[in-house]
Every structure is written in structure tokens, then in C-alpha cells.
């Protein structure tokens, strides 16, 4: 079992960004918010501190969101 689900993004410019995780009710389980740096960047989210299920992983930066769905297996 992997710890951490990596998040990785390149950004051209610095800006806030955002990445929370969310069950499938919609509740905020985990998130982060920071200033990115230009080029590579990365917010690691601990997998372990969340239950068995699905999850979505919603990221935003410079007005756009991107949403990935998840599976936790414990």
C-alpha cells in the first residue's frame, strides 16, 4: 500500500493553488492550499489517514479545476 497519493502539476506562472480531497458525499476530507512555484509542483496527500472508498481529488489554480476519481484500498 502506497502512503501518499502524489499530486504533481507544472505551472507556468506562480499562483494560488488548491487540492482537496472529497468522499462521496462531498465532504472535505483533506486539503492544502499554497503559492506554486514556477515549473514543477506537488502536494502529497496521506492515504493512510483516509478510510476504505471513493474519493474525488478536485485541484484548482488560475480560475480551473480539475477533478480525478479515486479508490482507497486499505
Known sequence: MQDNLNVQF???KSNRTECY???FSGRIVWSETGTSKVGMNQFSVPM???QTGLYVVEFRSN???LYQG???KQ
Open 10 to 12: 507544472y505551472q507556468s
Open 21 to 23: 480531497v472529497r468522499d
Open 48 to 50: 493512510s489517514s483516509l
Open 63 to 65: 480560475g480551473t479545476a
Open 70 to 72: 479515486i479508490i482507497n
